[in-house]
């Protein structure tokens, strides 16, 4: 063969080895939000599935900001940012290597632990998530609503139920008041 006809053969291969790079980069991306860095609902919820099948102590955790707006209206959309991305670092640091976390949307986050035991405690990401965040230096009050469920409550352990439980467990504790992070 030439060389001709080894760059006409080789040419169709390479332009499809490059469109299917950028097809990887882009479904990486997409299961990941571009802000925080953490995992989407899609990438996350792949994930978790298989963790809180293969971990009896598996922790599912749901995180909502509380008054999220309001830092937007009066500080400005780089202000929430900030805070988003604070409140992405804390959960994922209280996660550890034994979890991970997402961002669903908006000022609502995800996480998933295979062993509650080797986080520092619900409590401790309670406080973590109430400390005040630091923008343009201004202190911005922060809070959030946790709720969670731990695997061994549920009578079979699928993730949709496990999230359920903890959505029900959040909203009993924004009905306790917001702030109040002595649950």
Sequence with gaps: MDTQTIAAAG?????WALHGGLL?????????????????????TTRA?????????ALVV?????????INDTHGHAAGDTVLTTTAQRLTDWCGRHGIAAR???????????????????YALRTALA????HNRRT?????????CHRDQLPVPLLTD?????????????????RNNTR
Excluded: C, N, Q
């Excluded at 359920?164 to 306790?176: E, R």
């Design 62 to 70: 749901l995180v909502d900001l509380d008054d999220f707006k309001a």
């Design 49 to 57: 599935d298989h963790l809180i099948a293969k971990h009896p102590s």
């Design 162 to 178: 496990a999230l359920s439980a903890a959505d029900a467990s959040m909203y009993a504790s924004k009905g306790h008041g917001r």
């Design 104 to 122: 669903f949307g908006g000022d609502e986050f995800a996480a998933i632990v295979t062993d509650p035991a080797h986080t520092p405690g619900l």
């Design 24 to 44: 990887l980069r882009r479904l990486a991306t997409a299961r990941r939000d571009p802000l925080t860095g953490l995992h989407t609902r899609a990438g996350w």
């Design 140 to 148: 911005l009050r922060v809070s959030a609503s946790v709720g969670h």
């Design 11 to 15: 040419l169709p291969a390479l332009w």
């Design 131 to 134: 400390e005040p965040v630091t």
